[in-house]
């Protein structure tokens, strides 16, 4: 690595060769107890998913100019073409555009470091641009949950003094489950099953287009819309797992009251408490009551620890709280966003700021 320059380098979309090598290689990190062979046969059922589909999903990788198909590169990520939205006090209607998840950013250890150091003083340094490649670009904002603190993706601007992805509110609320179960009235409330979900998220994201509104004291607000398979990717991945870990089929992934009344869930079994993790929560104070108590008895039923949501809106905080919530900031999983447009990141809102 003695000679390389940022300038011979570039990114490329991967061959199926380099996919497959960049899987093999976060295999390591984030097997989960997987086989390779289950979690490349994972992997192969996202590719299928609409998350992935039409070309959303695509694997980069930095390789050198001279030999873009190596499948020595230094590194890989990937990237879900999704639909978001942006708004603000002048222009107050959302407004539909391209924006992006990143995900399974990853460099072998032998090319550790050497990446990182590469100077990038001016966009000089970083040579021609990349090759303009189907189904990318135009994209507003990208985002992703970094597992390697703040620091890392907020120095990784195109020049050494642009930002580059921006932590914001990485808050959690988390009430552990309680054993006893209370008796409630559910009546009017519904529990979805997997297609009550899939309906439930794109008529969602259809509410979401119409009402979402700017945050105050920004000059613009972004937000991702739930349909096209964003939410319904945590939902697979943990039906996958919880399948091979030999749990019980469960029935339920979502409730609802109206469409102003719900919550739809995942299940993490990986993290040091098992957790039911809310995907999306809509909810007035008054009715936190009853959703919370039919979230404790589907968490109990599943053998979940504790039940987490993050960055509960500000309405809900008090409810939470009187509910046993305790809200925290967490040390991973930290929601970071790249903002392409012309304003600074401080002057940005991320709404619905989920999981
Ligand atoms: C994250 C990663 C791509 C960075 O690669 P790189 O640019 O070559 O840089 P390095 O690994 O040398 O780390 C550079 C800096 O990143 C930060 N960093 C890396 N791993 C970190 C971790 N687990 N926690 C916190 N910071 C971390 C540190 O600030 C480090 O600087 P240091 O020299 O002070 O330790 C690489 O470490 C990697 O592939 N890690 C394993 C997979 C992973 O965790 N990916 C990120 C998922 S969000």
């Known amino acids: ?22 899987r093999r ?3 390591a990190e984030w097997s989960g107890g997987l086989s390779l062979e289950e979690y490349l046969a994972r992997d192969e059922f996202t590719d299928k998913q609409e998350v992935a589909c039409e070309g959303r999903l695509i694997t980069w990788v930095l390789a050198p100019r001279s030999n873009p198909t190596s499948l020595d590169f230094l590194c890989s990520c990937e990237t879900f073409r999704r639909d978001g939205l942006v708004c603000s006090k002048a222009n107050a209607k959302p ?12 460099t072998p250890l032998r090319f550790r ?4 150091l590469l100077p990038a003083i001016s966009p000089r ?5 990349p090759h303009r490649v189907a189904h990318a670009g135009d994209g507003l904002f990208s985002a992703l949950w970094s597992d390697v603190g703040a620091e890392f993706y907020r120095r990784c601007g195109p020049t050494k003094d642009s930002d580059g992805w921006i932590t914001r509110a990485p808050f959690s609320t988390i009430w552990d489950v309680k054993q006893e179960s209370s008796s409630i009235d559910t009546s009017g409330w519904t529990l979805l099953d997997e297609t009550g979900v899939m309906k439930l998220w794109e008529d ?3 509410n979401i287009s119409r009402t979402l509104s700017p945050a105050d004291n920004f000059q613009v607000s972004f937000s991702y819309l739930p349909h096209k398979g964003v939410a319904a990717f945590q939902h697979w991945r943990t039906t996958d797992i919880l399948n091979k870990r030999g749990y019980a089929p469960i029935h339920h992934w979502g409730i609802i009251r109206d469409s102003n009344t719900f919550a739809t869930w995942t299940f993490d079994i990986q993290s040091s408490a098992k957790t039911l993790l809310i995907t999306r929560l809509k909810s007035s104070p008054e009715n936190m009551k009853t959703l919370l108590a039919i979230l404790m008895s589907v968490a109990r039923k599943h053998g979940m620890e504790r039940i987490e949501v993050y960055n ?3 309405h809900l905080q008090s409810s939470a709280a009187h509910l046993g919530g305790l809200t925290v900031e967490r040390d991973d999983h930290l929601p970071s966003f790249k903002w392409y447009g012309e304003e600074h990141s401080s002057e940005i809102a991320w709404l619905m700021n989920e999981r």
């Open 204 to 206: 969602d994201a259809e």
């Open 312 to 314: 509960l809106p500000d």
């Open 1 to 22: 690595m003695d000679s390389i320059t940022l300038s011979s380098l570039s990114l490329f979309a991967a061959t199926p060769e380099q996919i497959f090598e960049s």
């Open 113 to 116: 470091a050497d990446v990182s």
């Open 125 to 129: 340094e970083w040579g021609a641009p």
């Open 25 to 27: 290689r976060t295999y």
């Open 95 to 106: 407004k539909r555009v391209i924006c992006y998840a990143i995900a399974s950013v990853f």
